[in-house]
T-cell receptor
């Protein structure tokens, strides 16, 4: 039962452009959402988070938007850089632990 | 190094053998989580532990898998009688409390041959 869904397995964006990664969830009880970034052969690292009482959180080039009515959140990276190429996981707070999506592999091309 | 330490990084086991995966949390973190990533899959929650207690093991297979986080020493994920389907990357994360501020380790890649 996948409660957090990332329907795009991969995304390719040109350097300097905006990257938009999407995430949908099914459980309306989720109240905290996070994005993690993962490079090959490494563990996920925390990127940015948002509480359900907000609809936007910004940190430098990264912005997360939350649409509670649609149960949808998105991560915007602008401008995208080649070093942003990684797998991005969306996560939502469950009762005891985080629930992760399957990830979106972002490739930023020069 | 203040990060989560997992060892070994790579582990190869023959079918039927036991696999023991170790996780030392960030110093001062008392909450440990184990996740499994199968090929082409996301991170699947397995178990949540605090010192000497299993808080939630709802993601653990009912047989062959066990986890502990003793008062002293690392957390251990133990897989008995491994099968090919156990081949995956196993990630450990820790947090100072249950506030979702996870720090992940680099994972143990288990290959069952």
């Amino acid at each position: 039962d996948q409660q957090v869904k990332q329907n795009s397995p991969s995304l390719s964006v040109q350097e300097g452009r905006i990257s938009i990664l999407n995430c949908d969830y099914t459980n309306s009880m989720f109240d905290y959402f996070l994005w993690y970034k993962k490079y090959p052969a490494e563990g996920p690292t925390f990127l940015i988070s948002i509480s359900s009482i907000k609809d936007k959180n910004e940190d430098g080039r990264f912005t997360v938007f939350l649409n509670k009515s649609a149960k949808h959140l998105s991560l915007h990276i602008v401008p995208s850089q080649p070093g942003d190429s990684a797998v991005y996981f969306c996560a939502a707070s469950g009762e005891r632990a985080l629930n992760f999506g399957k990830g979106t592999s972002l490739l930023v091309t020069p | 190094n203040a990060g989560v330490m997992q060892n070994p990084r790579h582990l190869v086991r023959r079918r039927g053998q036991e696999a023991r995966l170790r996780c030392s949390p960030v110093k001062g973190h008392s909450h440990v989580y184990w996740y499994r990533q199968l090929p082409e899959e996301g991170l699947k929650f397995m178990v949540y532990l605090q010192k000497e207690n299993i808080i939630d093991e709802s993601g653990m297979p009912k047989e062959r898998f066990s986890a502990e986080f003793p008062k002293e020493g690392p957390s251990i994920l133990r897989i008995q009688q491994v099968v090919r389907g156990d081949s995956a990357a196993y990630f450990c994360a820790s947090s100072p409390d249950n506030n979702y501020g996870y720090t992940f380790g680099s994972g143990t890649r288990l290959t069952v041959v």
